[in-house]
């Protein structure tokens, strides 16, 4: 690929900022102005799927709009982006114009059989990809064999052919290199492995997709919301190897130089941030995390403390998200662990004050009375909200001062600071 690195190319951090009712990206830009006043570019990444647009009842366009109007108010002068968050091709043309990213989701279609002569093709133009391939920072070489390429080109090519329609079909109606591309793996049921990693690259760059973010999935679990749930011995091995890989796929396959792994659900998975900045500064690598709904917990936490009508609307809003558990929880099933037993009762939330509610939902592992089912249950309730409308919106204006501190408080010193200050 030699086009590929012309155009905009994302910063070597990035940090996936969503916004769901498109109130705080000032807030949210401000936590970004904090690492860039300690001498750390993160580049916020205004990211909104069309999922959560279809939930909130938004456009993308006030995505864009908010994204806009903040980077002005703050005068950022470095890169922003506004990212159409898992977006296929029968989703994504209303993105085309507002945004500037793309995560184009082919998870669905791992396991799809590709075409024989496609498996067969891919195979002969890769005889690197038949043995034992030798790569720099790995203890340990990727054993590949002809039949595990084979296995590997079955279930995953499909898969990338179908990230190349996509791709082709933004670069139809944008100018090339106006727009960063990701490819995403992570919502389905196996990690990929550091040799399907590589295979899958090679595929990529095959398709020519100027691949500058791939969000493979990890192993262990990543809840919405709460901490990694999961072995991080073994997280952080594998995503060394993950960065070994990447490193080793742009040389030899030239894809853009700037190519990085992007981590979903990365929100409040305090115990890898360490792992995760250990093994970025090993390779001297970049890195991409997203964290889309912890600023709407932000927005119930600063409704919470300031008390009075705030106060009441985040217990309404509770009361709701406990009435319709079921049907909030079942679009994230893979994603959420709620322990039903576990959660309050509106009637006893009723009664706290604004330091039970807030005890209760920010993520304070230390505090004895924080509840991560609490925490989980309104993470995906944001869909309550959203039928409060007007009011809601409304309300998030009359308790501003204390939403904001705590969204940007959140990013900087919960995210920021252990994912790319800390050292
Ligand atoms: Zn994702």
Not at 279 to 305: C, N, P, Q, Y
Not at 338 to 358: F, G, H, T
Request: aromatic share 8%; hydrophobic share 40%; net charge negative.
């Amino acid at each position: 690929m030699s086009d590929n690195n012309s155009g905009i190319a994302l910063e070597k951090y990035s940090l996936g900022v969503g916004d769901r009712f498109a109130h705080q990206a000032k807030a949210q830009l401000a936590a970004c102005c904090k690492a860039e006043a300690q001498g750390v570019t993160v580049a916020p990444v205004w990211n909104k799927s069309n999922r959560e647009h279809v939930t909130v009842g938004s456009e993308p366009s006030s995505t864009r709009a908010a994204a806009d109007a903040a980077v002005r108010e703050l005068g950022w002068k470095h890169g922003y982006y506004v990212d159409a968050d898992h977006i296929n091709l029968k989703t994504v043309d209303r993105f085309l114009g507002p945004s500037n990213f793309f995560t184009l989701d082919v998870a669905e279609s791992i396991g799809k059989p590709a075409e024989r002569s496609v498996v067969e093709g891919f195979l002969k133009r890769h005889p690197e990809l038949g043995g034992r391939v030798e790569i720099p920072g790995l203890e340990e070489p990727v054993e590949l064999t002809p039949e595990k390429s084979a296995l590997a080109a079955s279930k995953y090519l499909f898969a990338v052919q179908d990230a190349g329609r996509i791709y082709r079909h933004i670069a139809a109606a944008k100018p090339a290199g106006d727009f960063v591309t990701e490819v995403s793996m992570d919502e389905t049921d196996c990690p990929q492995t550091p040799s399907e990693l590589l295979l899958i690259l090679a595929a990529i760059a095959d398709e020519r997709i100027p691949i500058q973010t791939i969000a493979p999935k990890f192993t262990g679990r990543f809840n919405k919301g709460v901490d990694y749930v999961g072995d991080v011995a073994q997280f952080e091995r594998e995503f060394a190897s993950d960065l070994a890989v990447i490193a080793c796929a742009i040389q030899r396959y030239s894809l853009p130089g700037n190519l990085k792994l992007s981590v979903h659900s990365g929100s409040d998975k305090f115990s890898i941030y360490a792992p995760i900045r250990r093994s970025v500064r090993r390779f001297d690598a970049g890195i991409h995390v997203k964290t889309a709904g912890t600023t709407w917990l932000e927005e119930l936490i600063g409704l919470a403390e300031a008390g009075g009508d705030g106060l009441a609307m985040a217990k309404e809003i509770y009361a709701a998200a406990f009435d319709h558990l079921d049907e909030l929880s079942a679009p994230y099933a893979a994603v959420i662990d709620i322990d039903a037993q576990a959660l309050p009762a509106p009637a006893a939330v009723n009664r706290w004050s604004s330091e039970q509610y807030v005890a209760a939902l920010r993520h304070d592992r230390k505090n004895p009375l924080f509840n991560p089912n609490f925490r989980q249950l309104l993470h995906v309730g944001y869909k309550i909200a959203a039928k409060l409308g007007d009011r809601y919106t409304a309300m998030l204006d009359a308790c501003q001062s204390s939403i904001s501190r705590n969204v940007t408080e959140n990013l900087y010193e919960r995210h920021i600071v252990p994912l790319f200050l800390s050292v």
